[in-house]
């Protein structure tokens, strides 16, 4: 039986506690993942990873990372048993050109993975890889790294990146409130993805005051990357959880194919 393509999420995962707390956002990750195939594995590129060097998690069982302080007692009872995927860790690592990819067995899944995951796959019955952040490297090569991947598509497999397109928490504030930055970064950035005009998105460090306050650590900025690099050309994207809270924190999302 021929497998169907596998489309491409970027999930806005902001707070850990959508792990656990009923809202929109945790609703709207809930119908993306019931919109899809059931995967036959998920590989995660997390904005909480950063390595020098590239890496994949290529463990059994990898373990549940609570990467946070300060939140409730029962966001650190939250365990994600998912299988891992080994031989999917060592494929990838072979069919990966210049990248330098290397199996890794001590990491996990940080809560960029599975504050998500538990929410769009709650069984914990799919296997799930993570992939590092190689911050050697500049935003080109995370996008192109992402194109790289367009194979593990056709394999069943769903490759998500999670982070957000606006991320400051030096600026935040616990409230639901947008600031004006913020709101014209996040649209701007829907505008370059619906034009498929992905040089300013790459070369955010270009884009002025605004960019400079929404991309302020980039890690959270680069897992976009990937699902950009990951969409054929004119293939269609659809955008939801399309929303700023806290003053600097956009939860956009959106699926590509």
Not at 46 to 62: L, N
Request: glycine share 8%.
């Amino acid at each position: 039986m021929e497998t169907k393509r596998m489309p491409v999420y970027f999930i806005g995962h902001g707070s850990p506690m959508n792990a656990i707390e009923e809202n929109e956002f945790s609703r709207a990750w809930i119908e993306a993942a019931q919109s899809i195939p059931q995967p036959k594995a998920i590989l995660c590129v997390s904005a909480h990873w950063e390595t020098r060097g590239g890496f994949i998690t290529a463990m059994d069982r990898p373990r549940t990372i609570h990467d946070f302080m300060g939140f409730p007692r029962p966001l650190f009872d939250v365990t994600y048993p998912a299988p891992g995927a080994p031989d999917l860790a060592q494929q990838i690592c072979d069919k990966v050109k210049g990248a330098s990819l290397q199996p890794d067995l001590s990491w996990g899944l940080d809560h960029g993975t599975w504050s998500v995951l538990c929410r769009m796959f709650p069984q914990a019955d799919v296997p799930v890889l993570q992939l590092s952040l190689d911050r050697t490297h500049d935003a080109t090569f995370h996008y192109q790294l992402g194109q790289q991947l367009r194979w593990l598509r056709d394999e069943g497999v769903l490759i998500v990146g999670s982070g957000n397109i606006v991320h400051n928490l030096r600026l935040m504030v616990w409230e639901d409130v947008a600031f004006d930055w913020a709101v014209t970064f996040d649209a701007q950035v829907k505008q370059w993805i619906l034009q498929e005009d992905y040089d300013p998105i790459i070369h955010f460090e270009k884009q002025g005051a605004n960019a400079a306050m929404a991309v302020n650590s980039a890690e959270h900025y680069l897992p976009l990357l990937y699902t950009l690099g990951l969409r054929e050309p004119s293939e269609p994207v659809h955008f939801f959880a399309e929303k700023l809270w806290g003053g600097s924190l956009s939860m956009r999302c959106l699926r590509v194919g």
